[in-house]
Structures are given as C-alpha cells and as structure tokens.
C-alpha cells in the first residue's frame, strides 16, 4: 500500500517531481509523510487499546506557541453521538462508520481559569492573535496525531464540517466558554473491501514555494501549469467525477452560500468568547 519516495513523489507532481534522494535513515518517516492520503471508508471495529493515548502523545509532543498548549480534543466513540455528529457536519457516513471521532478544540479557556485561580487578568485572550493562536496549535497538534495514526496503520479524514453548526456541535460537546471546535478527524481502519485511498496529485511546487520574495503568477498557466490535467486524470483513474480543479476552487468560495454555514463563523466565535479584536 505504502510507495517508496520517488514513486510518491512522481505521483504528487506529475512530470514536474524534483529528484530527490535522502539518507536511509530519514525514508520510513519522509516515505510516512508523502504517502498520506484521506481515508473515506472504514471498518467499525475498536481501535486496540492505548491507540488513543498514543494519539494524544504524538499531538501534545508538536510544537505550540510560548508553550501555551491553547488548545484540547473530545474523542466522541459512543456510536449514537458520532451519528449526531455525522449529521451535523453535513452528513458525512464516514463519522458514523469509523470507532473514532476527534473534534479538535482551540482552547482559551484554560488560560482564563488560570487567571482566576490566580486572581489576575488575562487581557490578552480578548486579541485575535490569541484566538489565531489557539487555531495554530490544535491544527498542529492535529497533523501529528494524523502521522501517528498513519504509523499505526490506520486511517484518517479530517472534518472542516464541524464548523458548519458551531453552536449545536458545542453543547454536544458540551465545550465552555473560550472553546471553539475547529474541525474534526475521523480515525479508524480502512475498510479493504472499499477502492484503498489513492495518494493525490498536488500543485508543482513552482506554485507554492517562492524564494527570497513572492512573485505573483501572471496567468493562469503561470499559477497552475498543468495542474488542472493532473487531477483531472487523477479524478478519472478513481471514478469521481471530472471537474477542473481551478473551477472547484473558485465555486468553493463563490459566495457566503457556498460556506455551508460557516459565513457565520465570526458571530460563532466571539459568542463562544474567542476575540477578533
Ligand atoms: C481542515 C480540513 C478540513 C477538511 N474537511 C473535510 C471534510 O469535511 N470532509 C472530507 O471528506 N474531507 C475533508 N478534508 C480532507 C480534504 O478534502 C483532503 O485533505 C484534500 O482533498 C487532499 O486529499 P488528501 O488528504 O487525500 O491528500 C479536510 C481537510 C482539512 C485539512
């Protein structure tokens, strides 16, 4: 299932694969990273025992700003919740199907509980770059439990729906004041009757990757290349419709519509009490 580097590599980029080559003892995690793929079809079976703990060793083990740890998770197993759940984040099966639900939580609360006890302020948590914070860390927090996860053979999607209902998606979390879900992950072993995930195809690096300075692409060969071609070959090879890939981009944040809910996401925010200030 797992493909050697230049393999995944040459899949990530098409034509466009720079030939790189890295000391064996950096393969089996470089190889772990860009065989990634997300996993929409699992077995319902239990996750062994421990598994969530390592994911939670591996999340706390990332990098967090100033060492805050702004951030917490709810792991929801209880099948009945992961079906409300799967509801509420735009009827997605594969929360249903998989043991195991992470909503991933930037969380301010913490911080403001330790002012109290110490009877100080804490004004600082009423500024974006706190609220911001807190996103930063659980989304990095997140990606490596994701990578542990995948070491152990398991699979995993991430949930941007969860921030379709915020309110509803709260008080099933039952989540304070000064926490906000920010997205879920589905964890669990895919389903091997099901198509096995496929690596899929990313921009060159020509168009993400700038050095010294930005330089604005001037048309859209410039910006994409042919990246459009790519994953519309890979689109077809898995059976899902074709669609180009910058039309998708531009209907995906066509209008306040399109956002499923989440054109609300500031109200939902300071009402949660996480600052834009
Ligand atoms: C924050 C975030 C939210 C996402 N939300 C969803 C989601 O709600 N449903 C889903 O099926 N995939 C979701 N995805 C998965 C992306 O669609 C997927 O990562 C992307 O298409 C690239 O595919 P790959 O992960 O297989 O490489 C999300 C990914 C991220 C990072």
């Excluded at 077995?43 to 706390?60: R, S, W, Y």
């Excluded at 920010?182 to 921009?203: E, S, T, Y």
């Amino acid at each position: 299932m797992s493909v050697p580097l230049p393999e995944s590599l040459s899949i990530r980029y098409g034509t466009h694969a720079p030939n790189l080559q890295a000391p064996d003892a950096a393969l089996p995690v470089l190889e772990q990273i860009l065989n990634h793929r997300s996993v929409r079809h699992f077995l319902p079976d239990a996750l062994p025992e421990g598994t969530l703990e390592m994911l939670v060793a591996a999340a706390q083990s990332a990098a967090t700003s100033s060492n805050l740890q702004a951030w917490s998770v709810v792991a929801v197993e209880a099948p009945e919740r992961r079906a409300q759940l799967a509801e509420l984040v735009g009827q997605q099966k594969h929360v249903r199907q998989a043991p195991l639900f992470l909503a991933w939580l930037a969380d301010v609360s913490r911080i403001e509980r330790l002012a109290q006890y110490q009877q100080q302020r804490a004004e600082g948590v009423q500024y974006l770059d706190t609220t911001l914070l807190a996103v930063i860390d659980a989304a990095l927090a997140a990606q490596n439990a994701v990578l542990a996860a995948e070491a152990l053979g398991l699979g995993t999607v991430y949930i941007g729906g969860l921030r379709n209902q915020p309110e509803a998606v709260a008080e099933l979390l039952g989540t304070p004041a000064g926490v906000f879900p920010i997205f879920g992950l589905v964890v669990g072993r895919p389903d091997p009757a099901a198509r096995p995930a496929a690596i899929k195809p990313r921009l060159a690096q020509s168009a993400v990757l700038h050095r010294e300075r930005y330089q604005v692409a001037q048309n859209l060969e410039d910006e994409i290349g042919d990246f459009d071609q790519r994953l519309g070959a890979f689109q077809a090879e898995q059976g899902m419709p074709a669609s180009a890939w910058s039309q998708q981009v531009v209907t995906r944040l066509r209008d306040a519509a399109a956002l499923h809910g989440r054109d609300q996401l500031s109200q939902s925010l300071q009402r949660a009490g996480l600052s834009l200030r």
